[in-house]
């Protein structure tokens, strides 16, 4: 087989659950309600205790603006994500289904945005949380980490060539969050979709407590020169906020181990999407109007935003003390979700033999790929130790971006090349949705920097690399012997409510 056939050929539908006779299969055991938590979890707190202070400084008072406009780029794209979760529900998100429809060259192009986006925006919020440790152990116990535990040794330079932080030896408390998802990950699924579940309903509460207290010192006059950043400042600033969304996609990850997936994944995504966007909205103009706009630039605002302004308006430890506490339990959430995106993502690529085998296996009593788990939180670990925060924020944006591009491309052909699979959930709109999906992710896209790109080119060109010397090479699909290497051919239906996929006559499909 040629390298141009090895690149152009498509997973099957019927295969989908399959790949190699070594990898396992994950347990069903996540409800709608957790679901949605999951997609909750992953996003609420990065965009809303990190991202504002990123945010405001390129946008000003137009950072509402940027906001919605990230907010219309991700629904749009949560739209095209419903379809395939549903039609195709299996772990791997992004990658599985740019497998089963463009092909498996650009199947490894959409790995390499996938996990640079869960793999650096786990390590960047970890990144983050340190800050609200140490705010919260100052505020608790009158003491925090010293500088030399607290921050990565690499310094972070602004534009203008100032050091932005101070460098220490490692930011210890970012490693040693990585390392606690780790081990809650390892006892199951179930396990780690409660905990989580919890924990977002404590952020949610801390956040509109935010929220009630900012308004209290809400002025309207610091809106005034609103489009005073003009055009670029708003796109920039949606450029960076849109790495937040993340977490919508990781509801796509959890496919393979969701109950009854046809149902849960579209309603899961839709019911995240207008929770998201309600939360940011709404702390972000509590925020804006609360302070003066240049302090969202002081050292103290990129630590520890929200808690400083609870400490601003009331005059009192008390409010930043439990806002604190909420950011420190909400971007554990954050980490455990991106994390598990990470691990889930790897495990769909070795059971199709692009990475190591050992990625696909399961352990048999909480069903859980453990190697891969271990494997992923070490690597994640270490750049979060050694790594500031600031390097990584538009790097993870690029990734969101163009996997949310390819998922709306994927909507479209594979409703040219199976137009009778069975599809519980249909776009809206189609095809005009899809389009405007793949043109407001472009737009966001173009605002993000030159050194970004470039470091994501290099990047691509190392997983492609990876692909052409192993990838291709032990793909499972060329194992495959009981169905065609291309696409089913049009007409045939596909059966996917159960956790092993059936061909049907869609016909004889009932529903």
Not at 483 to 503: I, K
Request: proline residues 5%; aromatic residues 10%; hydrophobic residues 50%.
């Amino acid at each position: 087989m040629t390298l141009r056939q090895q690149i152009m050929r498509r997973k099957p539908l019927a295969a989908a659950d399959e790949g190699s006779d070594e990898a396992g299969h994950l347990k069903r055991s996540i409800g709608t309600f957790q679901l949605t938590m999951f997609g909750v979890g992953a996003t609420v707190g990065t965009g809303i205790f990190f991202v504002l202070q990123e945010a405001v400084p390129h946008a000003g008072p137009a950072v509402l603006i940027s906001f919605l406009i990230a907010g219309i780029a991700a629904g749009l794209s949560v739209l095209c994500y419903a379809e395939l979760a549903a039609a195709i529900p299996v772990s791997g998100s992004t990658y599985s289904y740019a497998y089963h429809t463009l092909g498996e060259g650009m199947a490894m192009v959409i790995a390499a945005c996938v996990l640079l986006e869960y793999g650096v925006s786990t390590s960047a919020v970890a990144v983050g949380w340190s800050g609200y440790f140490n705010e919260l152990t100052h505020g608790l116990f009158g003491w925090q980490l010293p500088q030399s535990l607290s921050y990565a040794p690499i310094p972070f330079y602004e534009p203008d060539g100032s050091i932005a932080d101070p460098t220490g030896i490692v930011n210890l408390p970012a490693v040693v969050l990585v390392f606690l998802c780790m081990f809650l990950l390892l006892r199951g699924a179930t396990e780690s979709a409660t905990v989580n579940t919890i924990m977002v309903l404590i952020k949610l509460s801390v956040l509109i407590m935010f929220a009630v207290i900012a308004f209290t010192a809400f002025q309207a006059d610091r809106f005034d020169n609103f489009w005073s950043a003009g055009a670029g400042g708003i796109s920039t600033a949606a450029a960076t906020i849109f790495f937040s969304f993340i977490g919508l996609d990781a509801v796509a990850t959890a496919g393979e181990e969701v109950r009854d997936p046809q149902r849960a994944l579209p309603r899961a995504l839709m019911a995240a999407l207008f929770v998201v966007i309600g939360v940011y909205l709404l702390v972000a103009a509590a925020g804006v109007g609360s302070q003066p706009l240049q302090e969202f630039s002081s050292p103290d605002q990129q630590s520890a935003g929200l808690a400083v302004i609870l400490r601003n308006v009331t005059g009192s430890e008390i409010p930043a003390i439990i806002l604190a506490a909420g950011a420190v339990i909400s971007v554990f959430s954050v980490t455990l979700v991106t994390l598990y995106g990470q691990t889930r993502i790897l495990f769909a690529m070795g059971r199709d033999g692009m990475v190591s085998p050992r990625f696909a296996h399961v352990n048999p009593r909480t069903m859980t790929p453990n190697y891969n788990t271990v494997v992923v939180s070490i690597v994640i670990a270490i750049i979060a130790g050694i790594v500031p925060a600031g390097y990584l924020w538009d790097t993870v944006s690029i990734g969101t971006l163009v996997a949310f591009t390819v998922v709306a491309v994927a909507v479209v052909v594979l409703r040219r090349t199976q137009r009778d699979l069975y599809r519980p959930f249909r776009v809206p709109g189609y095809p005009v949705t899809p389009v405007l999906a793949v043109v407001a992710c472009v737009y966001v896209l173009w605002g993000l920097p030159w050194h970004t790109w470039a470091a994501f080119f290099v990047w691509l060109a190392i997983v492609l690399a990876f692909y052409y010397v192993y990838g291709r090479k032990h793909a499972a699909l060329a194992r495959l012997r009981h169905v065609p290497e291309d696409v089913l051919e049009p007409g045939a239906g596909v059966h996917a409510s159960e956790a092993t996929r059936t061909r049907i006559d869609p016909e004889e499909d009932p529903r």
